[in-house]
Nanobody
Framework: VQLQASGGGLVQAGGSLRLSCAAS????????MGWFRQAPGKEREFVAA????????FYADSVKGRFAISRDHSKNTVYLQMNSLKPEDTAVYYC?????????????????????WGQGTQVTVSS
């Protein structure tokens, strides 16, 4: 499956952005989906994940209460709504697909769990 991330940009602190990740095939509806981010000089870190059915989510503590992940099976798309953005949220954001039927935090927060990755979209938050 191919993933196409979009929606990044430059925003002031306190602002909002919505990232989108479009999948190329309907099998997307059976995949758990995750968002990760990577800032310059830092390792890729988990941001959020959503179960294939859409009824369960996980978030990194750093974004809990500010970010929301959702999915629309009719559009083969997963979203990341980002509110109250902070300069430390600046990074390249990646979406990823996991074909495993399991949805456990220990698995979804590990980037090695995911088989497919989008190309990334830059988010820059100015202070």
């Amino acid at each position: 499956v191919q993933l196409q991330a979009s929606g990044g940009g430059l925003v002031q602190a306190g602002g909002s952005l919505r990232l989108s990740c479009a999948a190329s095939e309907r099998a997307f509806s059976r995949y758990n989906m995750g968002w990760f981010r990577q800032a310059p000089g830092k390792e890729r870190e988990f941001v959020a994940a959503i179960r294939w059915s859409g009824d369960s989510t996980f978030y990194a503590d750093s974004v809990k209460g500010r970010f929301a992940i959702s999915r629309d099976h009719s559009k083969n798309t997963v979203y990341l709504q980002m509110n109250s953005l902070k300069p430390e949220d600046t990074a390249v954001y990646y979406c990823a697909a996991d074909t495993s039927p399991l949805f456990l935090l220990e698995l979804v927060k590990n980037h090695r769990t995911y088989e497919y990755w989008g190309q990334g979209t830059q988010v820059t938050v100015s202070s």
